[in-house]
């Protein structure tokens, strides 16, 4: 594999495409406004990075952008040609998985039955056909091998696999059925560091095959090093596509909205790590009143 940083050199010719846009779309529920005329694009070969806060429509967003939900405003355009996209079925059919924040494996299956989950391959003819258990469970291990994980028992239940290792099933699944763009809603936020790291490499690996990758998450330090292009979703409205290069980690926080509760939170412990020094007494937090800090 080449460096992690290193831009592919299979690039498509700039000007072509995108394989997959949002132009100018806007999704209400009610009264709250979860997406208001954010344009977003991805293109081969390109990770785009997704950045907002708890509730800034990302989500929603990306659920539009996977047939989830219809856009109340704006439109959808697959190779530059405008979509609709009525259910969850004409996103894939388009080439477009997504790997959804609340997971959409079956926890009390086996990773072989979850590689296939409603794509079973059968074996036999007419009444005698059934799934073709010995087919799906090589499958399921080479696919998995190809990207670096190593299944011992394909009968293994998913609920028992770590978050990397079902977030890596997600993708080797989604590629494995054909996906040109992989979304990513949140792989690594309840990862530690070394599963996260291997998610991340998921990600570069993908995007070093040619396929579009929109990587969603409030991690700036997840971002920030396999980020083509960063859109930044601020309460449902966009704060602004960026390039790779043009902004650091502080600016990132400071565009999300964060950076003015970082700089507080950063203050607030240096006192009290001050005053822990001085052995003075350190006031007990109340639990629960930093609930939603949305700190990761
Ligand atoms: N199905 C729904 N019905 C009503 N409101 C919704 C629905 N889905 C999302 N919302 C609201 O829309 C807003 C955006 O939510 P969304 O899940 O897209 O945010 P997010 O950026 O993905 O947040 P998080 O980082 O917590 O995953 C929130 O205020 C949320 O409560
Ligand atoms: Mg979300």
Redesign the pocket.
Known sequence: MTASHAAPESRPPAGSAPLLEARSVSKY??A?V??EDVSLAVRAGQINCLL??????????IKILSGVHQPDAGTLAVDGQPVRFTAPRDALDAGIATVY?DLSVMPLMSISRNFFLGNEPTTGFGPFRHFDAGRAAAVAREQMRNIGIDVRDTDQLVGTLSGGERQTLAIARAEYFGARVLILD?PTSALGVKEAAIVLRHAISARNRGLGVIFIT?NVQHALPIGDTFTI?TR?RSGGTYARGELDAAELHRLMGGGAELEELEADLEMLAHREARGEEVPAVPLGAEADGGMA
């Open positions: 529920f009610g709250v979860a997406v907002g806060d708890n509730g800034a429509g990302k989500s929603t967003l924040q949140e409030h979703l449902g």
